[in-house]
């Protein structure tokens, strides 16, 4: 699977490196995804999410309930 996360969206960017001799090749930005396992109280269960480091955060502020809402208002599966 591609390395993008499930709340945000966030996928990988793509750009150029440049060497010391300013040669120019592609290259590419991951984003910085974490394997997180959240208890769903409304389910009775675990979940196991695919999260940037930014949407970990989000989740903290918004609870893991508003937060698999918006991911099943996305069309993914949890």
């Excluded at 750009?15 to 009775?44: A, V």
Aim: aromatic fraction near 6%; include cysteine; glycine fraction near 8%.
């Amino acid at each position: 699977m591609s390395a993008h996360c499930q709340l945000t969206g966030a996928r990988p960017g793509f750009g150029k490196k440049i060497s010391h001799s300013h040669r120019r090749t592609s290259r590419r930005f991951d984003p910085n995804i974490q394997n997180k396992r959240y208890w769903l109280p409304g389910e009775g269960r675990h979940v196991r999410l695919r999260l940037s480091a930014r949407a970990v955060k989000t989740v903290d502020v918004i609870g893991v309930e508003a937060a698999v809402a918006r991911i099943r208002a996305r069309g993914e599966r949890v």
